[in-house]
C-alpha cells in the first residue's frame, strides 16, 4: 500500500489465478466442517442489530485460531481481523452479522426459535449467517496457503447492517486510521438465484436508502366534535397522499427512485381524536443527488401541509439513517467478474441488475483521503431443486418466485451456498492479493 493508491495488480497469464486458488481450495474440504457448524450455530441463535455479542465472539474465536490479530467490539459488536504476509495490498474481506425481526417459517430442523426479551422474533432472514460463515471460512483458507499471496488481509465482521449503522459507527470509530486504509475492499450478499450462480454488476449495484421519521402534531378532541380539533390522523394521511407525487412528478422519469410510508400510527380509540400522529418513510434512489432532492421534497411538503392544516406548531422531519448508492469500482469489479469467471466458468455469471435493496457497504469506500475501490456481488443460495421448479425461463422471472431476502421462508441451500460463498469470496481476494511466487511491483 502506498500514497498513490494504485488499484490492485493485475494477474499476469489467465493460469495465474486459477493455479494460486487451486492451491488455496485444497483445504476447503478441511475447513468446511467448522463453517457449516458455524453457519447451524448463527442461524439458530440469530442476534438483532446491536446485539451481535454471540455472533462476533463466535467470529473472533476463529480467527484468533487462524492466527489473524484480532479486535473485538469495535463500532459496536465489530470484529477486525489482520493477518499480514509480506509486502503487498491491504485488501478487507467484509460480512455482516445481524439478524431481521422476523418470525422464522422454514420448517428447517435448525431453525431459529429465538425471541428477544420483549417477545420479537428473531430470524437470519437476510443470509447473514452465510455471510459471516463464509467469512471465517475464506479466512481460515487464507491463513492455511500463505505461500499462494502476499499482502494483508484485514477481515472485517461488521455489526447493524440492518438498521444501516454499523458501517458507519465501524467508520467513525477510525477503522482505517487504526488499521490502515485497504487496497480494496470486497463484500458478497446471498441472492435467490440458483446456487452456483453470480451476478456483478458495474457501477450502481445498489440502490441509496434513507429512513425518515415525521412526527405531525395536532389539537386532540372529542371524536364526535371534529370542529375542535386539529386532526392529526386527516393530516397524516394527506402527507402520504402528497409524497406520492415526488416520484412521479419531483424525479426525472429515467431516474430510479421509491418513496414508501411504511408505518403510519395516530390514536387510540375510534371516538377520541389524537395530538399526534407518528410516520416512517423509507426513500431509495439510485443516485445520492437524487436522494438529497427527495429529502428535501419530503421536509418541504410535510412542512406545507402542516401549514395548510391550521397545525399548533410545526412538524418534526428527521433523517434517522442513511447509506449512498453502492457504486462498484469498475476496475475491481471486473477483476473480481473475471476471476469468477476464470474459476467458476462464464455459464456460472448472470447479467447484474440493479438492486432496490440498500447496504451500509458503501461507508467502507469513504477513505480519508480518496475514495476507496469496493466491490460488491451477489451469490446464488437458492437450493436446485427450487430453482428448476419455479415458474419462467429467465432468472429475473424465476426469482419473483422464490423466497428472497427479509422473507420468513428464506432458506438458502446449507452445503452449497457455503462451498460456493467461500469459494467466491476466496477467489476474489486471491485476484486482489499479489501472488505469493515473487513480489510484484506495487
Known amino acids: 500500500m502506498n500514497d498513490a493508491h494504485p488499484q490492485p495488480p493485475v494477474e499476469r497469464g489467465p493460469s495465474g489465478l486459477k493455479a494460486r486458488a487451486r492451491r488455496v481450495l485444497a483445504h476447503l474440504d478441511a475447513v468446511l466442517p467448522d463453517v457449516d457448524s458455524l453457519y447451524g450455530d448463527l442461524h439458530e441463535h440469530p442476534e438483532l442489530s446491536g446485539h451481535e455479542a454471540r455472533t462476533a465472539a463466535a467470529l ?58 420483549d417477545g420479537e422474533p428473531v430470524m ?14 475464506t479466512a481460515a483458507l487464507l491463513a492455511r496457503s500463505r505461500d499462494a499471496w502476499r499482502g494483508t488481509v484485514m477481515v472485517v465482521g461488521q455489526p447493524a447492517e440492518e438498521t444501516l449503522q454499523g458501517a458507519r459507527a465501524m467508520m467513525d470509530a477510525g477503522l482505517y486510521a487504526r488499521f490502515g486504509t485497504p487496497d480494496a475492499v470486497l463484500g458478497q450478499h446471498t441472492a435467490p438465484l440458483p446456487v452456483g450462480a453470480f451476478m456483478h454488476r458495474e457501477g450502481v449495484a445498489m440502490m441509496g436508502s434513507a429512513s425518515v421519521r415525521i412526527r405531525l402534531f395536532g389539537r386532540g378532541a372529542h371524536g364526535a366534535q371534529p370542529e375542535l380539533s386539529v386532526d392529526p390522523v386527516v393530516l397524516g394521511a394527506s402527507v402520504v397522499l402528497r409524497l406520492q407525487t415526488i416520484v412521479s412528478r419531483e424525479v426525472p422519469p429515467l431516474e430510479p427512485a421509491v418513496v414508501t410510508v411504511g408505518h403510519f400510527q ?11 400522529a407518528l410516520l416512517e418513510v423509507t426513500v431509495r434512489t439510485a443516485d445520492d443527488a437524487v436522494q438529497a432532492r427527495v429529502l428535501a421534497a419530503i421536509e418541504r411538503i410535510v412542512k406545507g401541509e402542516a401549514a395548510a392544516a391550521g397545525a399548533p ?4 422531519v428527521e433523517v434517522m439513517a442513511s447509506t449512498p448508492v453502492n457504486r462498484n469500482d469498475p476496475a475491481l469489479l471486473r477483476r473480481v467478474r473475471a476471476a469468477h469467471a476464470e474459476w467458476f ?13 440498500s447496504e451500509d457497504f458503501p461507508r467502507f469506500a469513504q477513505g480519508p483521503e480518496h475514495p476507496v475501490p469496493t466491490a460488491y456481488w451477489f451469490v446464488g443460495v437458492t437450493p436446485p431443486h ?36 467461500c469459494e467466491s469470496l476466496t477467489v476474489a481476494a ?13
Open 313 to 316: 406548531k410545526p412538524p418534526q
Open 60 to 117: 473472533a474465536k476463529r480467527l484468533e485460531a487462524a492466527g489473524y490479530t484480532v479486535s473485538r467490539d469495535f463500532g459496536g459488536h465489530g470484529v477486525v481481523g489482520l493477518l499480514r504476509n509480506g509486502d503487498g495490498p491491504t485488501v478487507l474481506l467484509r460480512g455482516d452479522m445481524d439478524a431481521l425481526p422476523v418470525e422464522e417459517r422454514t420448517g428447517l430442523p435448525y431453525a431459529s426459535h429465538v425471541r428477544t426479551k
Open 386 to 421: 427450487a430453482w428448476n421448479a419455479a415458474p419462467g425461463t429467465t432468472p429475473q422471472q424465476k426469482v419473483t418466485h422464490l423466497p428472497g431476502p427479509h422473507s420468513p421462508l428464506y432458506a438458502p441451500d446449507r452445503a452449497g451456498s457455503l462451498r460456493k460463498g
Open 345 to 357: 466458468g462464464r455459464d456460472a455469471l448472470v447479467p447484474g441488475v440493479l438492486a432496490t435493496a
Open 266 to 276: 395516530a390514536g387510540s380509540r375510534a371516538n377520541v381524536i389524537p395530538d399526534e
Open 124 to 137: 437470519h432472514a437476510c443470509g447473514h449467517d452465510v455471510h459471516t460463515a463464509c467469512l471465517a471460512g
Open 430 to 442: 486471491l485476484s486482489c492479493l499479489h501472488g505469493g511466487e515473487a513480489p510484484r511491483d506495487h
